[in-house]
């Protein structure tokens, strides 16, 4: 165990150097505007993604009825998290007046129809959740 | 009366859901994520750069495609893999630190800066890839090299991470996910685990369709729907890339170069030259592929022309005036092969201009960018 967290370990920084290396040989331009992107991710999450999930935790979570709690949180998860992936698409902004080929579907209305759909999964859910444990009081 | 507020301290975070148990679950996804997008990464980089020691195959003709279709949605999966991951280890962001003793101080700082590395480069490349993938550039370092760069600190970051948590990461796993916690959020520990892969399978379906042909229907954020001249998508038109005037000159010809012998090939001799069909994809290094019949003459009947031996290595230069991806290497083996094409027509037609009118360069199992489009002249180097 002790061996191969040691082994691991030393590879991780080697490989961690060679990153380095690749960066530093891009020159200082490069370097200072990967550092801001770099920390921003960070910020990005830490202080205000994380902060506002935690918010909602708070604020929103206890008003809902305990039944329909699971199904909420599973379907803020999936949305959330899918509606991250498709930003740059959503917004087109790297839509080009030369290629009409590049990004063509209607996204805004493409995601609003998932988000229905995931908001009928969510309800649909949490009905049969009360449904069951109405069942279980009886 | 009100406490003062204090900044939160790690136990005030009170939900059964953060924690080892879940961090080593979803970790161990998201691991194999990393992994793949890295190999496959790297992988990619070779073929761009292909160095001399390394032989690239030829076979099978859509290896590039799979291994950059699995790029681009192993980082797809990922993402919503890494925002669980950090939802469940977020409270340790405010861990007591010990201040006290010099020895826990520099090992904690250690950690946590180890910790802030792989949180900081997992995010950038996660969040650069994506952009990418839908050709968004709202930065102004250079996106390949320093995609690249940062992959490397990613993945040694995860590595080390790994080497540093094993002793947490065998106990998680080890212990059972549910141990008869009552969640107050309604969500248990393994219907978190769920939900993550749940979305990151969601994540991979919505974009899956720009290299998965049929799962199509499915992808609603794909970037390119299969749609495109002669059916296949393009990244760069002719106006983009200031070749329309050249391209569709008069007095075109293919200008074929060895040593001091140079040929110039008017398209009416490309065109009664033998020609041969092959179904080849272009798999583009943002993600989407799409495959095409393309016929053409072999660009080692083209170097015969001027004599060049077997097996030479070959640069072809596009009639586009600038760009990084004006000319690229052709390898002595890929010459050589009989699919290597001079292409002339796709789907049955004509190439069309923003295909790479007159004629473009299409060989197995390479990538997009140096399927060099517009050729201008092609050298033996």
Known sequence: MRTLRLTLGAAGVVLVLVGVYHLLARGLTNLVATAVWLAGGVVAHDAVLAPLVVLLGVALLPRLPSWSRGPAVA??????????????????????PDDPWLLPRPYGALWLGLALLVVAVVVAAALLRRHRSGQGAS | MVPAPRPPRERDFTSTLRGPEVAARVGVWLGVCFTVAFLTGVWSHLYQNQPAWLTIPTRPVWLYRVT????????????????????????????????????????????????????????????????????????SFSFRATHYAVAWVAFG??????????????????????????????????GLVRVALGASAVAVVTVAGGTVPWLRRLSVFET??????????????????????AALSPTYA??????????RVTLLELQRM?????????????????AGDWTGVRLRDLLDLVGAPAG?????????????????????????????LV???????????????????????????????WLGRIEVT
């Open chain 1, 75 to 96: 379907g803020f998860v999936v949305l959330l998290t899918v509606t991250l992936t498709a930003v740059p698409v959503l917004g087109r902004f790297g839509a080009k």
């Open chain 2, 68 to 139: 950059q279709g699995l790029h681009y949605l192993s980082g797809t999966a990922a993402v919503p893999l890494l925002l669980v991951k950090l939802y469940a280890v977020y409270p340790k962001l405010f861990a007591d630190v010990p201040w006290r003793r010099m020895r826990d101080l520099t090992v904690h700082l250690l950690e946590r800066a180890s910790v802030a590395l792989l949180v900081a480069a997992g995010i950038f490349q996660l969040a650069t890839g994506v952009a990418n993938s839908a050709q968004f550039y709202p930065w």
């Open chain 2, 157 to 190: 970051a995860l590595v080390l991470h790994v080497a540093v948590k094993l002793p947490v990461i065998r106990s998680a796993l080890t212990r059972p996910l549910d141990d008869g916690e009552r969640p107050g959020t309604g969500l248990t520990r393994r």
């Open chain 2, 224 to 245: 390119h729907d299969g749609t495109g001249p002669q059916d296949v998508p393009i990244n760069k038109s002719a106006r983009r890339a200031d070749v329309v005037g």
């Open chain 2, 254 to 263: 293919l200008e074929v170069v060895h040593g001091g012998t140079t040929r």
């Open chain 2, 274 to 290: 033998p020609q041969h069909t092959a179904r080849l994809p272009i798999a583009c290094v943002e993600g989407w592929s799409a």
């Open chain 2, 312 to 340: 030479s290595d070959v640069r072809v230069v596009s009639l586009q005036p600038h760009g990084p991806f004006r000319y690229s290497q052709v390898r002595g083996n890929l010459v050589q092969d009989p699919l290597t």
């Open chain 2, 343 to 373: 292409a002339l027509r796709l789907n049955g037609s004509a190439l069309s201009i923003d295909h790479g009118y007159p004629c473009r360069l299409i060989a197995p199992d390479r990538p997009g960018v140096l399927q060099t489009k």
